[in-house]
């Protein structure tokens, strides 16, 4: 079964860090590039880092570029968003998103909440 | 990396036809025929409901459709019906590498 599972989030204060993990299954990570995307509470979606198909390069939005790294592992089929410099505006649903060919995000996990705050 | 713009809601009755707008650039809408769009419930994750401006995932009823001129994209649900009731967005590739959402509209079904 094709899935995404996201964990890790948390409460955390003001500058402080947090990695949020994404476990894939019925896929390889080498096929797809994977992006998260966030959502604070009661706002749209907000597209933040995409890293390729085959690992090569890696994409930020202007608002997390510097403080967020996004990485992988294929043999354990995790991807990964390391945050630091965590703010109160990072606050937010964070979702993993598989991309198809046209560039589209056709599997969405369910989420996991990260809550900066002191 | 600014938002695509979409309206904050459009509504109609169970059977009528609702349209959304897009607006980007040509940077973004304007650059590629990519622009997809995902329809969210409350508190659910985000569900892809058309891709490649015009195309359907399996599954997706065909009331769904999408077009795209310019850098404006829109999404069609004709046949309107209660359990279209959600937000949606539009999102596109842009040519920094990057991707971009819509702002989102919320669409009542009355």
């Known amino acids: 079964q094709v899935q995404l599972v996201e964990s890790g989030g948390g409460v955390v204060q003001p500058g402080g860090s947090l990695r949020i993990s994404c476990a894939a299954s019925g896929f390889s990570l080498t096929h797809h590039g994977m992006h998260w995307v966030r959502q604070a509470p009661g706002k749209g979606l907000e597209w933040v880092a995409i890293i390729w198909h085959d690992g090569t390069n890696e994409y930020y939005a202007d608002s997390v570029e510097g403080r967020f790294t996004i990485s992988r592992d294929t043999s354990k089929k995790m991807v990964f968003l390391q945050m630091n410099s965590l703010r109160a505006e990072d606050t937010a649903m964070y979702y993993c998103?598989?991309?198809?060919?046209?560039?589209?995000?056709?599997?969405w996990g369910r989420g996991t909440m990260v809550t900066v705050s002191s | 990396q600014s938002a695509l713009t979409q309206p904050p809601s459009v509504s109609g009755s169970p059977g009528q036809s609702v349209t959304i707008s897009c607006t980007g650039t040509s940077s973004d809408v304007g650059s590629y025929n990519r622009v997809s769009w995902y329809q969210q419930p409350p508190g659910t994750a985000p569900k892809l409901m058309i891709y490649d401006v015009n195309s359907r995932p399996s599954g997706v009823p065909d009331r769904f459709s999408g077009s795209e001129s310019g850098n404006t994209a829109s999404l069609t649900i004709s046949g309107l019906q209660p359990e279209d009731e959600a937000d949606y967005y539009c999102s596109s590739p842009t040519t920094s590498a990057t991707w971009v959402f819509g702002g989102g509209t919320r669409v009542t079904v009355l």
């Open positions: 998103a598989r991309q198809i060919d046209a560039g589209a995000f056709d599997i």
